[in-house]
């Protein structure tokens, strides 16, 4: 049971919708396990009163933020500062309260290095296929090619969107590591054995017999598969993976360490992996919960 009193500080999402977050239950649950007078809410913010939202929050000594779909950009200008990965992505999700305003960071992505990485899934040197070329797949480019990624080869339904992705993160890292190609093309790729990051839409609830890619000789080429949906548990996509004798992951792990990331930003503290894996299970009883309704 949370207790509310005049010492309690609020930290909060900015998004649009807000209502079927986890992130609530993430961070009051770290709160409870660190014993930390905290609060975490939604708030559900209209796109011409985003400027109007951030003043506010700031006004109001709010600790931290996270932002949510559609403002991930649209907040860059709001900020005083920014972290050098999220400037380099294009995309900020969470706020820490600094002197004169909030420094923006982007904890996807750190958390799905960190979700990765407690898997022994490493981007170093490793070949990697990521699947599509919009946001989340363009921000899993720049993450693997500043983790030293050996070669990254993107693909995407339209070539020419690809082809814009490759460009902007082998200009920002001075490399030709990443290769476009079109989805449709991946019986070209070479003969090796993979790290496949799949950051499209496709398979998402309600759509959960639909995979980017359905021609089963792809799938033997993936050793490890990581979706970053993770409603469904395990998308068509992690099936196929699985049927050609790869392991395959979801994107909960990702949600649950970008909260976490957020969270010590905000607080200064660390969180153990055993209290990670506490506010992971309570995940996984969310969803199932949601899922019987």
């Not at 490793?126 to 050996?150: M, P, Q, T, Y």
Request: with cysteine; aromatic share 8%; charged share 20%.
């Amino acid at each position: 049971m949370i207790s509310i009193n005049g010492k309690t500080r609020t930290c909060g999402l900015v998004g649009n919708p807000v209502e079927h977050t986890l992130s609530p239950m993430i961070h009051n649950t770290l709160a409870s396990l660190q014993d930390h007078n905290l609060v975490y809410i939604p708030f559900l913010v209209e796109k011409e009163k985003l400027i109007e939202a951030i003043k506010g929050a700031f006004g109001l000594n709010i600790l931290g933020m996270n932002v949510t779909i559609p403002y991930k950009s649209d907040i860059i200008p709001l900020l005083c500062e920014i972290d050098e990965l999220a400037e380099n992505i294009g995309a900020v999700n969470t706020l820490v309260r600094m002197e004169d305003g909030f420094k923006g960071y982007n904890t996807d992505m750190l958390g799905l290095l960190r979700a990765m990485n407690t898997e022994g899934i490493l981007l170093k040197g490793e070949d990697i296929i990521i699947l599509g070329a919009g946001g989340a797949a363009r921000a899993v480019a720049f993450l693997c090619a500043s983790n030293g990624a050996h070669r990254i080869f993107l693909l995407n339904r339209t070539l020419e969107k690809a082809e814009q992705v490759a460009n902007e993160v082998n200009h920002c890292f001075h490399t030709s590591s990443i290769v476009p190609m079109k989805m449709s093309d991946h019986h070209l790729l070479p003969d090796k054995h993979y790290l496949a990051i799949q950051g499209t839409s496709v398979g998402l609830s309600p759509n959960i017999s639909e995979a980017p890619i359905e021609d089963k000789s792809f799938y033997k080429k993936i050793h490890t598969g990581y979706d970053l949906i993770y409603n469904p548990v395990k998308t068509k996509f992690m099936s196929n993976v699985e049927q050609g004798g790869g392991r395959a992951f979801n994107g909960l792990k990702m949600l649950l360490y970008q909260g976490v990331i957020a969270y010590e930003l905000w607080n200064q503290v660390s969180i153990s992996e055993s209290q990670a894996e506490y506010v992971y299970i309570q995940m996984m009883k969310e969803i199932e919960k949601k899922i019987n309704e």
